[in-house]
């Protein structure tokens, strides 16, 4: 198996593991603030992270690579994170998978920014009409209006569209696991007081199954999934990697449906279809990477 197939197969492992963070978010969003949604998951993956870095005696990351985990954390800690709770009050998990599907795109476009890969103007082409036919379904869905949550959704997908590839670039240097656990180490001086500040005043009323669902976030979604998620961008390239995230619509939908017993939406499954299949097709689309 080349590497560029390695690459792909631990992405979707990652992507397999990140399609349940938004019905978990919207499972617990009634019973938490979505800062604390978003920065309490961090805060508490943070603690294992250290823990893990102290273990295995990783070396501290230099000033250049801190600046980028830094960027990184903007995305993946801080902005995807909170504003994907915050449009999880306003809108479904599976409605909400189908408009963050245009996240492969944008991953792509950043990547090419950063990492000097040249996708083909094919792939390229491929990959707008993807986010055409996302932006169409959000509009659909508002009555030709974006709603307040979909533009929470998009926001959040392009700065966590930022540290998908920051973190994917970083983790040829460092290494998949290693980038997130410092990423979180980094940002927790930042966001535990937030954190506490917005924590529940009563832990011992919110029921089990929701403090589950919030343990899935800070050990599946915030962490362990990106050890999978950036070793793959590393070894098999941001942007053929990224449109492994084509297939979280679907697996989202599923679980939406099976998890939070949402209403089967055939609008939703024919747009997730059509996304998949059109921007899948880059698959086969030409990458060069600048020397």
């Known amino acids: 198996m ?51 870095l102290l273990i295995f005696k990783q070396p501290i990351p230099s000033k250049q690579q801190f600046k980028g985990l830094a ?39 950043i990547g090419a920014v950063i990492s000097g890969e040249r996708p083909s103007v094919h792939f390229w082409m491929i990959g707008f009409l993807g986010a055409a036919i ?17 533009l929470l959704l998009l926001a959040g997908s392009f700065l966590g569209a930022l540290g998908y590839a ?10 998949g696991w290693q980038v997130i656990c410092w990423v979180l180490v980094f940002s927790f001086p930042f966001i535990i007081i937030p954190t506490l500040l917005t924590k529940p005043d009563n832990f011992a009323i919110i029921p089990s199954n929701v403090w589950l669902s919030f343990a899935y976030l800070a050990f599946m979604s915030q962490l362990f999934g990106f050890f999978f998620w950036y070793k793959g961008l ?16 679907f697996l989202t939908i599923i679980a939406s449906i099976f998890l939070l017993g949402e209403h089967f939406d055939f609008t939703t499954l024919i747009f997730a279809i059509a996304v998949v299949l059109v921007i899948a097709i880059s698959r086969k689309m030409p990458i060069k990477k600048n020397i």
Request: glycine share 12%; proline share 5%.
């Open 166 to 175: 920051m973190g994917g670039k970083l983790s040829q240097q460092l290494g």
């Open 71 to 109: 960027i990184t954390a903007l995305g993946v800690v801080v902005g995807f994170p909170v504003l994907t709770s915050w449009a999880m009050e306003t809108v479904h998990a599976s409605h909400a998978g189908v408009v963050i599907a245009i996240l492969p795109l944008l991953t792509a476009l």
């Open 234 to 249: 590393a070894i098999g390239g941001i942007a053929r990697v990224s449109q492994v995230q084509l297939l979280q619509p």
């Open 2 to 52: 080349n590497n560029e197939s390695k690459g792909m197969l631990l992405g979707f492992f990652g992507i397999a593991i990140f399609s349940l963070t938004l019905p978990a978010t919207r499972f617990i969003t009634p019973y938490f603030d979505p800062i604390f949604i978003g920065l309490g998951r961090a805060s508490v993956a943070a603690i294992i992270a250290a823990i893990i």
């Open 134 to 150: 996302v932006t169409s379904y959000a509009l659909l869905q508002g009555n030709f209006s974006l709603q307040k949550g979909d």
